[in-house]
């Protein structure tokens, strides 16, 4: 199995909007996806809030589902992808589902709905739009 990690420019948008849990991998200054050398085992908030060298170059890659995680459990946004499928013309397909949990109802931009091919791709756009649009 091949975990599905947050693009760069999804890595520096949480960046910027203050995710700072530990993770393996990170970004370098030139969006390669790396993970940190020495100890497998241990992980490295990349996103650490220093003006040195590295915490301006790199910037934490955190999976899709721990990105989720830290949008519902900081932020309040619940990002889901729902599954739905056109059986005539053997086509399934994902759309992003937002909600707030505070109370508010989820997204009601037009343009925000889509049909995705993968539902990492389906997350991937709604946690763009999150950190974009909602936070």
Known sequence: MKEAYVSFEVAKLLKEKGFDW???????EDGHL???EGDCYSLYNWN???KDEYGSKYCSAPTQQMACRWLREEKGLNVNAIYGDYPAL???FWMPQIDSLNGC?????EDFFR???SREDC???ALQYCLTNLI
Do not use: C, L, W
Request: proline share 4%.
């Open 22 to 28: 530990k993770v393996f991998h990170f970004y370098d």
């Open 34 to 36: 790396k993970h940190r």
């Open 48 to 50: 650490y809030p220093t």
């Open 90 to 92: 053997k086509k399934s």
């Open 105 to 109: 109802y989820g997204v009601d931009d």
């Open 115 to 117: 049909e995705y091919d």
């Open 123 to 125: 997350i991937e756009a």
